[in-house]
């Protein structure tokens, strides 16, 4: 293998990470076994999971600019070790930072700085030094958040009944409505404008409601033991199956997703978030996605047929289409051809 160390690559200090995360755990657990009432035990272990989860977004992202700024630029030896992490950890930063898409190969290490610098990757100066601290803060707060979480994911902890609701029939209802509202304006004009304004702010409305679904499913899924939560989410099980390997840094088609047995481990070693009354919120959060996403393809369809009935008219050029549609000159072509060559 060739010898991928810069001539001028520091030394870097490797800190007994073991030790400080066994330290860290055992501190945290003394800490919730004192409270020697469950709900209250419970109580204190999400107030502290939620401070952990906030302190390692700030932590978390500097760590990784520390380490890839080292990696890319001056390429020490054996950085995972220095920053406490795999080296499967590095490479996902460092792909990252390089914008490698999926499915093709990481640039050579005698590469990347020449990359990074033209993809204005920072180079951190003197992160030799500046990483050990903040390394050593984010793996305290890994073990304190998997203390928390030994309370919070309890086999003790009663687990949660997931009800299914009648998605179909959710959808049919938000794109008959929004059809019904779209067809009463006769006129062509108000109602592009309108099926237009209509679709931006359903997808804009799904998008957010889509990620709380999701936070809430993948919560419920890796730490309660929920069963048929895709079912509970409203979406098809390949489409769960895909989301839980994205969460778990798999393969998105066949990363083998983990045993009921290492569920939580897995979860916790990616960082998944642990939601505070999922079971209370995926239900709201699913049925106002499923509602935006059927809403969206209905005002979009009708924006599209009036966009395409229009056409040719005067007064309306693809220019004049695509700026009322708030489209591409090129997207909305395309779609006024995909209608006009249904009918």
Not at 105 to 127: E, I
Not at 233 to 261: H, N, S
């Amino acid at each position: 293998m060739p010898n991928t160390v810069a001539p001028d690559a520091p030394t870097l200090e490797r800190p007994d990470f073991a030790a400080i995360r066994a330290a860290a755990e055992a501190e945290t657990k003394a800490e919730l076994d004192a409270i020697t009432t469950p709900d209250a035990r419970r109580a204190h272990a999400a107030d502290l999971y939620q401070s952990i989860i906030d302190q390692l977004t700030i932590v978390r992202p500097e760590r990784d600019r520390l380490m890839v700024s080292l990696a890319i630029y001056q390429r020490p030896e054996d950085t995972p070790s220095a920053a406490g992490c795999s080296r499967g950890t590095l490479l996902t930063a460092i792909r990252t930072a390089l914008a490698v898409p999926d499915g093709e190969p990481t640039p050579a290490a005698a590469d990347r700085a020449a990359l990074g610098k033209k993809l204005g990757v920072p180079h951190v100066k003197n992160a030799a030094a500046k990483l050990p601290e903040v390394a050593i803060k984010h793996e305290t707060l890994v073990a304190q958040r998997r203390a928390t979480l030994a309370v919070l994911t309890s086999p003790t902890i009663e687990r949660v009944s997931l009800k299914r609701q009648d998605f179909a029939h959710i959808k049919a209802q938000a794109a008959e409505e929004t059809e019904t509202e779209l067809l009463a304006i006769k006129d062509p004009a108000a109602r592009l404008r309108e099926a237009s304004r209509i679709a931006r702010e359903a997808e804009a409305a799904y998008t957010v409601a889509a990620r709380e679904r999701d936070r809430c499913a993948l919560s419920l899924e890796f730490y309660s033991g929920g069963r048929a939560v895709d079912k509970a989410m409203g979406v098809a099980r390949t489409a769960f199956d895909e989301l839980r390997r994205i969460a778990l840094g798999l393969d998105r088609k066949q990363g083998r997703l983990p045993d009921d047995y290492a569920k939580a481990a897995a979860a916790e070693e990616a960082g998944l978030e642990w939601v505070e009354d999922a079971a209370e919120r995926l239900p709201a959060a699913a049925r106002k996605a499923a509602a935006a996403r059927a809403r969206h393809l209905k005002a979009a369809a009708i924006r599209n047929e009036t966009a395409a009935a229009l056409d040719g008219k005067p007064g309306w050029d693809m220019q004049t289409i695509a700026e009322t549609t708030g489209l591409h000159v090129n997207s909305i072509r395309a779609k006024i051809r995909a209608v006009q060559n249904r009918t």
